[in-house]
């Protein structure tokens, strides 16, 4: 996506409304992870340094949308930017209602808003309840359309830029995130990318568009069914696919292995084989598990065993065996792009985080020998973070979901709705 971005427009003297992703976790009012804040300060920098105001919006959590709930408030997070930027934030308790505080801010300051989620209008979905109509339900959906468009020209109408630098979200058709542009551009006003949303659509795009080669994927995690569209799109593009963690054991029982008590979806084993057949007719290498570390429960003080793809009766696989961590490195070698979302086993117990450690290693020699390695996900950035090697990756996605839908050929709404150059 070749949008504009914060270099490409005049900002001295604007009043530059930015929705961020400071979706970050809060506990007792501290903030425990500031990674999201930190990624969004030069884009926040760059827009005060440029003599313009700044209207900040995001949302938190997944509020029941009735309103205030202080455990979602964004109060704590405008005290702990203010903290960081060594400066006065002013905030609005009710995003819907800031016209005043927006209109007196002045070049160099600052105002955020209170949780955007707050309003049922921001994402303006409509949820059918027991007993509800269709008729209702279809009048329900109707109001809350009309309810997302007054939201955003609301928020449009607090300033004379928007800027986008929440990629986090960006795959989500909110107020906040998409339906503000046509409002903005109505008022005469751009619609930009930040510094962030920027990188994302670059590394990403390139790795997706035009991938150096050999060109590797890793998917892991949980289920099959999270990443269907991404499999199939992937299968179009890379060299080799690498398949771990969960959904593994959904493919090798598949190609007729019994898996024990491991995660497997059976409604999925027609898929798993329509895959497999697409890799070998493209000349794909898909690669599974040839071993596992297999469980007699679900907790790191189970009794374990190393077995081949043939898992014991009432045992579970929950990490992929020895033999297999050096099959995966020796594919990650050589690479030139590395795209990796999902881990490959339980990686939060100790006795299942081989195998996610081994391949973290792996990805983590590929950026100093030239080539380029992305980490999409929150389970994988969590791993990268974990192994400490995550200064040694070329690009740490801060959106889960919305890498998720870019690896699978998605429009984001978020970034489809900006000024194209």
């Known amino acids: 996506m070749n949008k504009k971005n914060l270099r490409d427009i005049s900002l001295s003297g604007k009043r530059v409304v ?15 992870d500031d990674t999201r804040i930190q990624a969004a300060l030069p884009s926040i920098r760059y827009v005060l340094e440029q003599g313009a105001s700044l209207v900040l919006m995001s949302h938190l959590g997944r509020p029941k949308e009735k309103g ?191 898996v024990g008590k491991s995660l497997c979806e059976l409604d999925q084993l027609d898929y798993a084989n329509e895959m497999l057949a697409q890799a070998k007719e493209r000349g794909v290498k898909l690669l599974l598990p040839v071993d596992n570390v297999a469980a007699d429960a679900f907790s790191n003080d189970a009794n374990i065993q190393t077995t081949g793809n043939e898992i014991p009766a009432g045992w579970m696989a929950l990490d992929i065996g020895p033999a297999t961590a050096k099959l995966y490195a020796e594919a990650v070698a050589g690479a030139k792009t590395v795209v990796w979302n999902g881990p490959m086993g339980c990686f939060e117990m100790p006795n299942f985080a081989n195998g996610t450690m081994a391949v973290c290693k792996a990805v983590a020699k590929v950026k100093p020998a030239g080539g380029v ?17 995550a200064a040694e990756m070329s690009h740490i996605s801060t959106g889960g979901g919305a890498s998720l839908e870019f690896l699978e050929g998605k429009t984001l709404p978020g970034c489809a709705a900006l000024d194209d150059k």
């Open 18 to 32: 930015m929705r961020v992703d400071f979706n970050v976790p809060i506990k007792n009012g501290v903030i425990a």
């Open 68 to 258: 205030y709930e202080a455990d979602f408030s964004l109060k704590p997070v405008a005290d702990y930017l203010g903290r960081l930027l060594n400066k006065s934030i002013a905030f609005a308790p009710d995003c819907t209602a800031a016209d005043e505080a927006a209109a007196a801010l002045q070049p160099g300051e600052i105002l955020m808003l209170e949780n955007t989620r707050f309003s049922a209008a921001e994402q303006g979905k409509a949820k059918q309840s027991e007993g509800m109509s269709d008729a209702d339900f279809a009048a329900r959906k109707a109001e809350l359309k009309a309810a997302k468009q007054k939201l955003a020209a609301k928020l449009a109408s607090y300033g004379d830029v928007y800027v986008n630098d929440a990629f986090g979200t960006a795959h989500r058709d909110h107020a906040s995130t998409a339906s503000i542009c046509p409002f903005m551009k109505a008022r005469g006003g751009a619609c930009v990318a930040g510094f962030l949303l920027e990188k994302e659509l670059e590394y990403l795009g390139s790795a997706v568009e035009k991938p150096q080669r050999p060109f590797v994927a890793i998917l892991g995690g949980a289920k099959v069914a999270d990443k269907l569209a991404v499999v199939k799109n992937l299968l179009t593009k890379v060299d080799t696919l690498i398949v771990g963690g969960g959904m593994a054991y959904t493919f090798l029982k598949a190609q007729g292995h019994d």
């Open 373 to 389: 390695s992305i980490i999409g996900g929150g389970d994988s950035v969590a791993a990268v973070n974990k192994s400490g090697l």
